[in-house]
């Protein structure tokens, strides 16, 4: 007990789906901004629609794909705009530029939310929010996987899905590889370089180590 199981989910004909599987930020993001393995996410949630698995997602993610936008949309404006940071300012581009042009980027990141929003609804026999664990559940199930090394965003998403009896998450990222008896699976070379091939998922366990 205490260990995680990585599978590859790219080129892997031998892959077992999990029945159900809890959804991480950045593979959703990942399609939001067409980067290096969207093809791989979608075509994960494709045939886990064709073979009747449910996908889940919680209100922090969504919580963290808002974040995400926001900062996207104002790097992308920045750029747009020809704005040149000052590097004496120990503050990132896109922060630099929200405070000196007072823009707002408001109306721009609740229409692309808008479409995340339909982007998980549109299949409803595939993707379902999870509700949020009891305030002082979710702290303790979170405090557990931050022992372990995992960072308190990451060890949210994991409490959430401990919480609804959920050991499968597919992520881009590499921590979640810590989460002990866990199923992680992922397409990238962060996750895939952890895998362990030829192991049979680990059933859930009530009981974090």
Do not use: W
Request: net charge neutral.
């Amino acid at each position: 007990m205490g260990q995680s199981y990585v599978f590859s989910t790219t080129n892997n004909p031998s892959l077992i789906y999990p029945d159900i599987a809890y959804v991480d930020t950045n593979a959703v993001v990942e399609i939001i901004f067409n980067r290096t393995f969207q093809s791989q996410v979608t075509d994960f949630f494709m045939e886990s629609a064709k073979r009747n698995n449910i996908l889940v997602y919680s209100d922090h993610v969504l919580d963290e794909i808002i974040d995400c936008l926001q900062t996207e949309i104002l790097k992308e404006e920045a750029t747009a705009n020809g704005f040149v940071p000052n590097k004496s300012l120990k503050m990132p581009l896109y922060k630099q530029y929200e405070s000196s042009s007072g823009v707002n980027v408001g109306p721009k990141v609740s229409s692309k939310f808008c479409e995340v929003v339909d982007l998980l609804g549109a299949g409803s026999n595939v993707f379902y929010k999870l509700e949020s664990p009891p305030a002082h559940i979710l702290r303790f199930k979170t405090d557990r996987y931050i022992h372990h090394g995992i960072s308190p965003k990451d060890a949210k998403h994991l409490a959430i899905a401990h919480y609804h009896k959920i050991n499968n998450i597919f992520t881009l990222d590499g921590g979640m590889t810590k989460a002990p008896d866990f199923n992680v699976y992922g397409p990238n070379r962060s996750v895939t370089k952890h895998s362990t091939s030829g192991n049979s998922p680990l059933a859930f366990s009530d009981v974090i180590p």
